[in-house]
């Protein structure tokens, strides 16, 4: 492709609203293009690069057995309802009515779909197991679009379904899925780890996401360095270590002026913060009678811990959680600032399991300007459910082997859920056995974001000057840039030469033909980020030769034209095999 001909416009400034190297980068070389919040066009050198991601895809899903499909982006809304999840999902589900008032649903994610399709074409064990895949649009309404294709709203995702007559079935498909998505992270250049996370709304029994390590990321990830555990800190367990046992004292009312937080609270009575119990008020739609209503939680854990909201809903089988309005918390009895359960009724009270373990704690006395000291579990108040329901801090101990834990920021570039019979018994999808018995089709889900993938490849491969694409996912494999301009018949007739070749050779080439500065073409050059660099210019020419660079290089060296295609075809081929080393055997850790 000649520049001269590229939709292509590079900017020298990024809009004011990227904030990420990534979003900032990719918005600057022309790669892709804001429409709304969360919604972005792909411009043809993002399409080239988001079509090797998506091919890299296929390869490892093909390998694995998986049979790509296609399947609709909008679904009646009554497969939705089948499955419960069209009530269990908040605002984030795009809906609408069609033409004949039908409720609608833009595809989320395609469990239903695929289910509906097998309880139609699935009737045997002959035909178990099963994967297919496809790579399609998504539409989730996030309120908080955020740092370019990390965060949107309108995605492409690479989702795969694994279909199976038993749970031994499941756990092979998951564990290919396991270290297939490893292998397509790794041929894209960027480092991940897996960690357990929650089901979230896809429901099941088992979850991994893949995470790659970055500050911009969002999820915060437990990991032991000693033993290797890891998970997503919104389910991440760990060792609670008990006080010393003490006698329960007599409960105390103490003036605690302006003291309505832990903080200022263990200050004015000089007293550790796990001496105190700190509540948290929460709203959570819960069940009820066939609907949804919601209920007011006073959530209790020590005051040196933090509410985890994900335990907290799923203990409760929340819809949706949200934090307590000042309103609601007075309309319970309790006094912000200054609350506990002592004393209140009607309130379904949560208490971290510690708690109980925990005597003669500092809580609130409902009373502006005074807390309750020695307040004990059990003989001052009680609780409706007790539970693990903090969350992992740095430093905390490993579940498993006692070492001191530490966070990390990540985002997430892929899941895989074993769904089990999640949806299949909700949709009807059985198949008799070779007894002939019904049973349930056992399911996996196993899903990557093509452009968030995108993404943290451009967050992970940059410098100052811009990207340096892994050549696996480059636009382009070489970049010719021509410096003799239209004045120069030399110049622009070996680069031209050069650039038919590479063609008819099969070498995928961008050719900047453009009457432009050098300074110009070299900016953008290392702008878009093509992994291999050739010159042309009259230096070179005199000399018989090109300047041949690697972006991810400083060097710069000549090459002689009879050598060039030689040398360019034995560098994409070491940068091929750069990447192929580290497409390794990962251990599964179920």
């Not at 590229?6 to 892709?32: C, D, K, Y």
């Not at 972005?40 to 988001?50: D, E, H, I, N």
């Not at 079935?169 to 297939?180: I, N, P, S, T, V």
């Not at 896809?202 to 360095?225: F, N, Q, R, S, W």
Request: glycine content about 8%; aromatic content about 8%.
């Amino acid at each position: 492709m000649r520049v001269s001909q590229l939709f292509n416009v590079t900017l020298r400034e990024a809009p004011a609203e990227a904030e990420v190297a990534s979003h900032q980068l990719l918005v600057r070389a022309g790669f892709i293009r804001q429409l709304a919040a969360g919604i972005f066009s792909y411009l043809p050198l993002g399409r080239r690069t988001l079509t090797k991601i998506e091919n890299i895809m296929r390869e490892e899903m093909n390998a694995i057995g998986g049979q790509e499909m296609t399947m609709p982006v909008v679904h009646p809304a009554d497969i939705w309802k089948e499955t419960q999840r069209w009530y269990q999902i908040g605002t984030e589900m795009g809906r609408f009515k069609d033409k004949n008032n039908r409720d609608m649903v833009l595809a989320m994610t395609h469990e239903e779909v695929v289910a509906d399709i097998v309880r139609k074409d699935i009737r045997s064990y002959r035909q178990l197991p099963r994967l297919i895949y496809h790579i399609q649009t998504k539409w989730r309404d996030d309120p908080r679009p955020r740092a370019g294709l990390i965060r949107v709203r309108e995605f492409t995702m690479k989702d795969s379904y694994s279909l199976d007559a038993d749970w031994e079935g499941l756990d092979k498909q998951y564990r290919a899925h396991y270290q297939a998505y490893f292998n397509i992270f790794h041929r894209c250049g960027i480092p991940v780890i897996a960690v357990k996370s929650d089901v979230g709304m896809m429901g099941g029994k088992m979850a991994h996401e893949y995470m790659y390590l970055t500050p911009i990321g969002e999820d915060t990830l437990v990991i032991c360095d000693n033993c290797g555990y890891s998970a997503n800190r919104q389910i991440a367990f760990f060792k609670k270590t008990p006080p010393p046992p003490e006698e329960p004292l007599p409960a105390e009312k103490v003036y605690t002026p302006e003291a309505k937080t832990i903080e200022a609270l263990a200050n004015y009575l000089q007293i550790p913060k796990q001496k105190t119990a700190k509540a948290v008020f929460m709203v959570a739609t819960l069940p009820d009678d066939g609907g949804y209503k919601d209920t007011f939680i006073f959530a209790i854990v020590r005051g040196d811990m933090e509410l985890n909201e994900t335990k907290l809903a799923n203990i409760l089988k929340a819809k949706e959680l949200r934090s307590a309005t000042e309103e609601e918390i007075i309309a319970t009895g309790a006094v912000p600032g200054y609350a506990s359960p002592v004393g209140l009724k009607d309130v379904l009270v949560v208490v971290d399991d510690l708690i109980q373990q925990s005597p003669n704690l500092v809580a609130g006395a409902n009373e502006e300007g005074y807390h309750l000291k020695n307040v004990n579990y059990g003989r001052d108040y009680s609780a409706n459910i007790v539970a693990d329901i903090t969350a992992a801090q740095d430093g905390d101990a490993c579940i498993r082997c006692g070492a001191p834990l530490r966070t990390a920021r990540g985002v997430e570039v892929g899941n895989i859920f074993k769904l089990g019979t999640r949806y299949s018994d909700a949709m009807g999808c059985t198949f008799l056995d070779k007894d002939g018995v019904e049973k349930p089709i056992i399911m996996g889900s196993y899903g990557i974001g093509s452009g968030r993938l995108m993404a943290c490849i451009a967050e992970e491969h940059h410098d100052d000057q811009g990207l340096i694409w892994p050549i696996t996912v480059a636009p382009y494999e070489v970049e010719i840039v021509s410096l003799g301009g239209h004045q120069s018949e030399k110049v622009q007739t070996v680069a031209d030469r050069l650039y038919q070749e590479f063609l008819d050779r099969g070498i995928e080439v961008l050719y900047d033909d453009r009457d432009e500065s050098p300074g110009v073409k070299f900016m953008d050059a290392d702008l878009i980020g093509i992994p291999i660099r050739l010159t042309v210019s009259e230096r070179t020419v005199q000399q018989d030769a090109v300047e041949f660079k690697r972006r991810d290089q400083s060097e710069k060296r000549l090459v002689q034209l009879s050598e060039v295609y030689a040398t360019v075809k034995h560098e994409i081929e070491l940068l091929h095999q750069e990447i192929r080393s580290k497409v390794i055997e990962v251990p599964f850790e179920g």
